[in-house]
């Protein structure tokens, strides 16, 4: 694999970050990180949408600028994203300069091809999908089924984009590329969206939004959301209709685009209109997450029960973002909603990376110590069963990602733990010591070692912190290439010292750690 390019959606900075979108973006990263192992050059995209009248009217309630706001708000996003470890390449922002260019010649080569026209329409309008509605996507009680309140009539002059025009080539695409959007369940509900699908407005007039990107040649209009946002994605990486930087020839069509099941429609309808009206490629595929809940409600503002990742770091005193990193990620099988609660957090992550695989390590390393005085001999040798059950979850893991099933991954990486945990129960280790069968003891415990190196290699992407940790007490690379990994990573020779064995994850509420934090 030569490159791997993939985005998450750009957040809308009217407000701060919370889990739902902490669970997009750790979900991306991780995937990046794996992807990262498996080919010569990954670009992970991630930013911040920061146009629109909800924007302009925060800002004014508050007696700020609109740039004020999103300055105020993108950073406590990418303050946000860097207490997460999200390890992106770029993080674009569609208040930047290049962008707005960009856009404003994409937005210009589209009227100039006739595939955006100047058209008086009145309708059915939600600011909060800043788009416009037909009746019969509105509830019984005539609201926008997503936020639940009543869409405003507005009469104007905007420019539209020839949505229509591109209805057929759409459905070819979805039907002749059934693995195009992730999971596939949900290509039927494109395909019934697109029935009726009409054309899109593209544009407000400035006597109603102020902030957005001036049309050229059209001052008293400016270019709204989709034109806009959905063309992040190729402007960040030097796309202009006049120009490609490197980095687009390089990158474009991306891999995969991560985006929460809300958007669906418009990056898999919207966004593949406007690729085929400036004849370029379709990104290859779209994931589409579902909703994170809280104790099993939706989140909302009224509930109260809106979270911020870092007060879950700080309500448990966690030193780093691993525990929640592996919480979100496998929070959900792919493309199904998820659910957080504390009470879940604690006894998932004491399970998984406490007790399975961080005591598995310890007390590995700790016999080591006690039986060998820490250091591996020529004679002890790796068992062929278990090994050939780690080569197995390698393949299983890799699998598992090319479908972008990243809790069955992480749940494969699990069994792999799991396994060896039994292999050590069964071959009792202090028993072969006790009973002086030295070379047997010892080769429990080399096997046992050999194979959390690549547990460590796996969990990597999940738990980078964690992964880090394990692989310095065993002299391990962690940035090792799965395409490069051997079964021989543990070398004869004195390995570690006592005094250098440390917990790679406490329990949570446990005593050590909350001595370790005093």
């Not at 400035?206 to 008293?220: K, M, R």
């Not at 659910?339 to 399975?356: G, I, T």
Request: with cysteine; net charge negative; aromatic share 10%.
């Amino acid at each position: 694999m030569e490159k791997f390019y993939l985005t998450t959606a750009i957040d809308y900075v009217n407000g701060a970050p919370h889990i739902g979108h902490a669970y997009e973006k750790i979900l991306t990263d991780v995937i990046a990180r794996h992807f990262k192992k498996r080919c010569n050059d990954l670009y992970f995209l991630s930013g911040t949408d920061e146009h629109g009248i909800k924007i302009q009217k925060t800002a004014a309630s508050k007696g700020i600028t609109p740039k004020e706001l999103c300055d105020n708000n993108a950073k406590s996003f990418t303050d946000t994203w860097k207490l997460l470890d999200i390890n992106y390449n770029k993080f674009i922002r569609t208040t930047d300069d290049y962008h707005e260019k960009s856009v404003q010649l994409i937005f210009k080569k589209l009227v100039e091809q006739g595939d955006i026209y100047k058209h008086s329409y009145t309708g059915l309008y939600c600011q909060g999908c800043e788009c416009f509605l037909n009746e019969k996507d509105l509830t019984e009680d005539g609201l926008c089924p997503d936020h639940l309140k009543k869409p405003e009539v507005v009469s104007e002059e905007n420019y539209f984009f020839k949505l229509t025009k591109y209805k057929d080539a759409i459905i070819k695409h979805l039907k002749e590329n059934p693995d195009f959007i992730i999971p596939s369940f949900r290509a039927n509900e494109v395909l019934n969206q697109l029935e009726d699908i009409q054309d899109i407005s593209v544009s407000r007039s400035i006597s109603n939004v102020t902030w957005g990107i001036p049309v050229l040649d059209d001052p008293e209009q400016v270019i709204y959301v989709w034109i806009d946002a959905l063309s992040n994605y190729i402007t960040a990486l030097g796309y202009t209709p006049e120009s490609q930087d490197e980095n687009f020839k390089k990158y474009w069509p991306a891999d995969l685009q991560v985006i929460g099941k809300d958007i669906l429609k418009f990056h898999s309808i919207y966004w593949l209109a406007i690729l085929m009206a400036l004849d370029l490629p379709l990104p290859k595929h779209i994931l589409a997450h579902g909703w994170i809940t809280i104790d099993e409600t939706k989140m909302s503002k009224s509930l109260g029960n809106v979270i911020a990742p870092a007060d879950i770091l700080n309500n448990f005193e966690l030193q780093n973002a691993d525990a929640l990193r592996y919480y979100m990620a496998t929070a959900a099988p792919c493309g199904k909603d998820g659910n957080y609660s504390d009470v879940d957090f604690k006894e998932k992550v004491n399970a998984h990376l406490a007790n399975s695989m961080g005591n598995l390590l310890n007390r590995t390393l700790s016999m080591l110590v006690k039986y060998f005085d820490g250091e591996v001999k020529e004679e002890f040798q790796v068992n062929d069963d278990i090994l050939n059950i780690t080569k197995n979850t390698i393949d299983r893991v890799k699998y598992h990602f090319d479908n972008y099933e990243i809790q069955e991954a992480a749940l494969a990486i699990m069994a792999l733990v799991d396994a060896t945990n039994k292999f050590v129960t069964d071959n009792a280790p202090w028993t072969l010591a006790k009973e002086e069968k030295m070379t047997e003891c010892g080769s429990v415990l080399r096997t046992v070692l050999e194979v959390m190196c690549t547990v460590a290699s796996l969990i990597e992407p999940f738990c980078p912190n964690i992964a880090k940790s394990m692989a310095e007490q065993l002299s391990y690379d962690i940035n090792t290439k799965y395409d490069d990994f051997k079964f021989d990573n543990i070398k004869n020779g004195k390995l570690i010292e006592k005094d250098q064995i440390t917990p790679v994850f406490l329990r949570i509420d446990s005593e050590f750690a909350d001595k370790s934090k005093k």
